[in-house]
């Protein structure tokens, strides 16, 4: 390896680190202000299950997403390395200033928009994948407005007293997302968990509809573990491959490997144990 690929690599793990401490008080924030776990805990809470992201997220899909903005052509060009490094140099600087001023902002679009800007700097728009940049847009409009259905959609059908009321929203909602949302195959597997979690917090409802509000108060503090520890592995799992997908692209440009299916095992393995040491 070259010193400006391992000045790469050692950045964009500098970067998974600034990322980990930058976003853990989302993971924890809800755990320690109802005092279920001390704040030291819950960030061990939060680092451990960040790292066993590594062992449910094995498809790297967001990390083929970051590695591929930039055409393969020009992280192959002479500039490659360059374009790389300033744009992790932008997004570290953009972490640490919105961290700095409690500015809520989203590392990954900050990563993916330094990478596209650092190219489009050296060679133009043309540089950019624009498909892949227009889904990334898209997703920001998006992702807030699926985050408050989903919880609109668990929220009726947890208090709906009535079973097959439940059962009808239930298969409404499947319908609609096996019709109108085409993604992956595993988009299927995910759809069946999120309905188990509905059917499970429907149980819980109605199981505590009759005890003390102590009582109830105890059990749903212990199922913010698991909320807590679920919202730690999504993070872990989306943040820390948007890294492994840099720490690829520069491998590429440095002649290390030829192709993204190529990425070595370390790879992996440094970015979820940076981001967890980072939450710590």
């Given amino acids: 390896m070259t010193p400006l690929l391992i000045l790469i690599i050692a950045l964009a793990l500098i970067f998974d680190y600034i990322n980990g401490f930058h976003d853990?008080?989302?993971?924890?924030?809800?755990?320690?202000?109802?005092?279920?776990?001390?704040p030291f805990q819950a960030v061990i809470w939060a680092a451990f299950f960040n790292f066993v992201a590594s062992f449910v997220f094995s498809d790297h899909a967001v990390a083929n997403t970051v590695a591929k903005t930039v055409k393969p052509e020009i992280v192959n060009s002479s500039n490659g390395m360059i374009i790389i490094l300033a744009g992790l140099l932008a997004a570290i600087f953009?972490?640490?200033?919105?961290?700095?001023?409690?500015?809520?902002?989203?590392?990954?679009?900050?990563?993916?928009?330094?990478?596209?800007?650092?190219a489009i700097a050296a060679a133009g728009f043309s540089s950019i994948d624009s498909g892949m940049i227009l889904k990334t847009i898209i997703f920001i409009v998006l992702a807030p407005l699926i985050g408050m259905f989903i919880s609109i959609f668990i929220t009726v059908v947890t208090i709906?007293?009535?079973?097959?009321?439940?059962?009808?929203?239930?298969?409404?909602?499947?319908?609609?997302?096996?019709?109108?949302?085409?993604?992956?195959?595993?988009?299927e597997k995910w759809a069946l968990l999120g309905l188990g979690t509905v059917f499970i917090l429907s149980y819980f409802y109605n199981y505590t509809r009759g005890e003390t509000a102590f009582r109830t108060g105890n059990m749903y503090?212990?199922?913010?573990?698991?909320?807590?520890?679920?919202?730690?592995?999504?993070?872990?799992?989306a943040d820390a491959q948007k890294v492994m997908g840099i720490i690829t692209a520069a491998l590429i440009a440095g002649g290390q490997i030829k192709e993204f299916s190529q990425m070595p095992f370390w790879v992996p393995l440094a970015c979820y144990t940076a981001i967890g040491i980072g939450t710590m």
């Fill in 24 to 38: 853990a008080a989302n993971s924890i924030a809800t755990i320690v202000s109802t005092k279920v776990l001390t």
């Fill in 94 to 118: 953009w972490n640490l200033l919105t961290w700095w001023y409690g500015i809520p902002s989203s590392s990954s679009h900050t990563l993916i928009g330094g990478f596209a800007g650092a």
């Fill in 160 to 187: 709906q007293k009535n079973f097959w009321l439940k059962i009808l929203i239930i298969s409404v909602i499947v319908a609609v997302c096996f019709l109108f949302i085409p993604f992956k195959k595993e988009f």
């Fill in 221 to 237: 503090k212990k199922l913010q573990l698991v909320s807590s520890a679920a919202f730690s592995i999504g993070h872990g799992g």
